[in-house]
């Protein structure tokens, strides 16, 4: 399964990063695991990409036995914001859309490696990316990762497109696929918009920075036409994916602080990607703007926006936060005594850290194989919760459900993270 010694911490550091589809390792991928290792490394990215609920129902479905209420209405709410939806045609579209993506990705990507691997390696190495790619989880089993394709175009390409198919959210591909099948046109759901609107806006906005940032920093030796492929897939990679192609020491504090910022929004809802969700950054933008242009309503694409989702919002932003400050407070405590003069880039790594680990993204600037056991401890929490998500972790310790099954499972067409 692995070469070489590996701690039961550093094991378990690794497993739970794979369920959680983080990507954040403490070891070396390629180096460390041997095939075995590696497969069931995969199918904990798939498990994890998907859900355990997800899998947990395709059992009972497949052996005939009915689905607990509890876990049907929680497994809809997860994937789809839209009432009358059956189970089993979500749950089949969803592992449908997940294989054929997953299967041509995978094409596609050993068609890439084809010319740099054996046909056995490449094909592996095709598979492994395709699932990582796709389950935003961002493990490579190369040894320098993406790192020497920063000049490539094709194979970072497929990569991007891959990520997007997965952080896009099943809600929209639910909905698209219902589109076409339907007779009847009907006008377009405002979780789409809002979604997609504020998906493309971060990406392209994301790109721009990066560009602009790191034009004569990390991207200086590149041609322009790699420098704008390398900065739109990392604006792509920053939310959940954690696939990079050029080591992210290289870059500026700007840029660093950017990618906190994208981590911490991450993907949309109903995806295999983590963070606050689009959505909740789109609520509460327009919510912003319904006061100032003076409105009592919080509206969006001449729509009004349940207050109860724009509280619901408010709750999850506050929660990301209170999470993020106090796995940085754990992680900076743990530190010996140092004056601030001495810390150097300390709090910003540790801030990036537990930013990557919370949205469940990956990215690191190099802090990860350096972190001490209890610091492993509160990297590998902070990604259980992003995993499983702020504010359902909080509902369930607290109690909420039992009397706010309404705020639990919403009927509104909006769906948060």
């Not at 607990?68 to 979500?90: C, D, H, M, N, W």
Request: proline share 4%.
């Amino acid at each position: 399964m692995h070469r070489g010694h590996l701690s039961f911490l550093d094991a378990l550091f690794t497993s739970t990063s794979a369920v959680c589809v983080t990507g954040l390792t403490v070891v070396d991928t390629a180096d460390t695991f041997t095939l075995p290792g590696k497969i069931v490394l995969l199918a904990l990215i798939q498990v994890g990409g998907l859900g355990i609920m997800t899998f947990s129902t395709l059992f009972f479905l497949l052996f005939g036995r009915a689905v607990p209420i509890e876990e049907s209405l929680a497994l809809k709410e997860s994937f789809t914001p839209y009432q009358g939806v059956r189970l089993k045609p979500l749950l089949l579209t969803i592992i449908s859309y997940t294989l054929i993506i997953e299967a041509v990705v995978t094409i596609l990507l050993f068609l890439g490696f084809m010319p740099l691997f054996a046909p056995s390696s490449a094909l592996f190495h095709a598979a492994f990316h395709a699932v990582s790619a796709f389950c935003n989880a961002g493990f490579s089993d190369l040894p320098d990762g993406l790192l020497a394709y920063r000049r490539n175009y094709y194979l970072p390409g497929v990569i991007m497109l891959a990520v997007l198919a997965g952080n896009t959210g099943f809600p929209i591909i639910f909905e698209t696929v219902n589109r076409i099948r339907s007779r009847r046109p009907r006008s377009w759901s405002l979780h789409l918009k809002l979604t997609l609107s504020i998906h493309l806006v971060l990406i392209l906005m994301g790109g721009f920075f990066f560009f602009w940032f790191e034009r004569a920093g990390a991207f200086q030796n590149l041609p322009l036409p790699s420098k704008l492929m390398n900065a739109l897939f990392l604006s792509v990679s920053a939310r959940t994916a954690g696939f990079n192609l050029i080591d992210l020491t290289a870059f500026s504090e700007a840029s660093l602080y950017l990618l906190i910022s994208l981590m911490f929004v991450g993907a949309c809802p109903g995806s295999t990607g983590g963070g606050v969700k689009t959505t909740t950054l789109g609520v509460l933008l327009a919510s912003v703007v319904s006061r100032l242009r003076g409105l009592s309503r919080t509206m969006a694409f001449k729509r009004t926006i349940p207050e109860e989702l724009l509280h619901k919002a408010l709750t999850l932003v506050t929660l990301y936060a209170l999470v993020i400050f106090a796995a940085q407070f754990l992680l900076v405590s743990s530190l010996p005594h140092r004056p601030f003069s001495d810390l150097g880039s300390d709090f910003l790594a540790r801030l990036f850290e537990v930013t990557s680990a919370l949205g469940t993204v990956g990215l690191s600037i190099g802090l990860t194989p350096e972190l001490s056991n209890f610091e492993k401890l509160v990297i590998i929490g902070t990604m259980f919760i992003g995993r499983v998500g702020v504010l359902s972790l909080a509902i369930l310790l607290t109690g909420l459900s039992a009397g706010h099954k309404e705020f639990y499972y919403p009927k509104e067409e909006v769906l948060l993270g």
